[in-house]
């Protein structure tokens, strides 16, 4: 299980909603759920848009590989203790926060998370994720995956070839390669990335850029022997939420 916060959310949260919504994955495939765990995405997207701030929302992804099989009990509990951190000692209802389930085929799931950057009860800025906020939800991150036996870049079964670039992943390629498409993913949800150009830069904050075809990316982290492939909609070298491309 890996929890990944986007750089920025200052574009439009509406959009950002809309995706997470929508009932198809990366690669055009139909999910196998979509499912609001907690809040109002709309909502959440209506508080944030409305705001006259520079960055009006925060988005993050929570990840687990295919072979993590979290239960229902287990991602309410991770999103508990996500939440708690989130808020700072802040009462829930102070905050427009929602999180939605997508389940995808290769047997992953991601859980995204909406939060509008204000403390509804005083008006004024709030950041869920203050800068260094890996150091207070990586513990959450590694206490449940150490619970649980999911997936973990910290394994000392796995420390000889796991990455040791900017990010740590996991040696095991389906589990590195659904961690780096969930980062992509919640980018686009973010409004961060919008077009091939920015694909390839986020792909590029994961390791080298080995190849680039019309269908997909391949990227090689530090520390892998093969690069990894990536492919699907948001892969193709036309891609462009501007021009109304499908998020796929």
Not at 33 to 45: F, I, M, N, S
Not at 124 to 129: A, D, I, L
Not at 143 to 163: M, Q
Request: charged fraction near 25%.
């Amino acid at each position: 299980m890996h929890i990944k916060f986007t750089k920025h959310g200052g574009g439009s949260c509406k959009k950002a909603a809309a995706y997470l919504l929508q009932d198809k994955d990366h690669s055009g495939e139909v999910r196998s759920a979509v499912e609001v765990l907690r809040g109002d995405p709309v909502q959440t997207a209506s508080v944030a848009d409305s705001l006259d701030f520079d960055l009006k929302y925060r988005s993050a992804v929570i990840s687990w590989a295919p072979t993590d099989q979290p239960t229902p009990e287990q991602i309410k509990n991770v999103l508990d203790d996500f939440e708690k951190m989130s808020l700072g000692g802040l009462d829930p209802a102070r905050v427009s926060m929602s999180a939605v389930r997508h389940d995808e085929a290769g047997g992953g799931v991601h859980v995204h998370v909406l939060v509008a950057r204000v403390d509804l009860a005083t008006g004024k800025s709030f950041n869920p994720s203050p800068p260094g906020w890996q150091k207070s939800f990586d513990p959450i991150r590694d206490y449940h995956n150490a619970r649980n036996n999911w997936a973990r870049p910290d394994d000392p079964a796995l420390a000889r070839a796991v990455s040791a670039g900017r990010h740590d992943l996991p040696a095991d390629v389906k589990k590195a390669k659904a961690i780096i498409d969930a980062d992509i993913q919640s980018g686009i949800a973010a409004g961060v990335i919008e077009n091939r150009e920015d694909v390839l830069a986020a792909a590029a904050d994961w390791g080298e850029i080995t190849r680039q075809g019309e269908h997909y990316i391949s990227v090689k982290p530090e520390g892998f022997e093969k690069a990894i492939r990536l492919k699907g909609g948001i892969y193709e070298s036309e891609f462009s939420v501007s021009d109304g491309t499908e998020i796929t």
